[in-house]
């Protein structure tokens, strides 16, 4: 007899093709990854490309609800910070209200991990040139981390 498998449900941008078979690379065999696309085309990065794409975040917990997910992932490092300090925790909250499941995104995660390594001073490169930068800043500064902008 099989084992019940566990399922993630993952919320990624209708642009994106590597972020769940990612997830299914690393994850046991006894998950399973379940997807559900975010509306986001290559020629609205910005502003107005995230607040559309966010716009669906509601929906998508509910989709992938209804493939019985036991956590969610929103797999758009982006578009969970760009909002600024407590974005993400709104977002992660809406997720976890309307689909009854623990949720995570990447920014907090990434915040998360750079302070369980003790990270004191952090790198980041960015695409496309110069559209998250502000965001990454304010996010930095945020979570307690001294924030320097590009030269």
Not at 2 to 25: H, L, W, Y
Not at 26 to 42: C, D, F, K, M
Not at 59 to 87: E, M
Not at 131 to 143: D, I, L, V
């Amino acid at each position: 007899m099989m084992a019940a498998r566990k399922r993630i449900g993952v919320m990624v941008p209708s642009t994106n093709t590597t972020c769940e078979a990612d997830f299914q690379m690393v994850l046991p065999r006894s998950y399973t990854v379940h997807g559900q696309r975010l509306w986001l085309t290559n020629d609205a990065l910005g502003e107005e490309g995230m607040l559309r794409m966010n716009g669906e975040i509601e929906s998508g917990a509910r989709y992938l609800a209804t493939a019985h997910v036991d956590a969610i992932s929103y797999g758009c490092t982006t578009g969970s910070f760009f909002k600024g300090p407590g974005w993400d925790r709104e977002m992660i909250d809406l997720i976890e209200h309307t689909a009854g499941v623990p949720a995570v995104a990447t920014s907090p995660s990434v915040v998360e991990a750079l302070r369980c390594f003790g990270a004191k001073r952090i790198s980041v490169a960015t695409y496309p040139a110069g559209t998250p930068r502000p965001y990454c800043r304010q996010t930095s500064g945020g979570c307690g981390r001294p924030a320097r902008s590009d030269r």
